[in-house]
């Protein structure tokens, strides 16, 4: 009685093939807060916050706002 046959090794699920240009602006709310220059200070106050306070909730909405951007663009249509 022969041995059966290995089978093929099957390879795993290649990543997303998603090359869109949209997905630069991904970069966006990882390196605006990594600049010192905007938040190296105490002024403009918003409502009594000093400038870093407040630049900090601005950066969230900056990373919700571009990724929301980002997925509405690249989002597929119709069906897959």
Do not use: C
């Amino acid at each position: 009685m022969a041995a059966p046959e290995p089978e093929a090794p099957t390879t795993a699920p290649s990543r997303a093939k998603d090359h869109s240009p949209w997905n630069w602006l991904l970069f966006i709310p990882i390196v605006v807060p990594l600049i010192p220059v905007f938040f190296n200070g105490d002024s403009p106050r918003v409502f009594g916050f000093p400038r870093f306070y407040w630049l900090q909730l601005a950066y969230i909405l900056l990373g919700v706002t571009t990724t929301t951007l980002v997925y509405q663009m690249t989002k597929k249509r119709g069906g897959r």
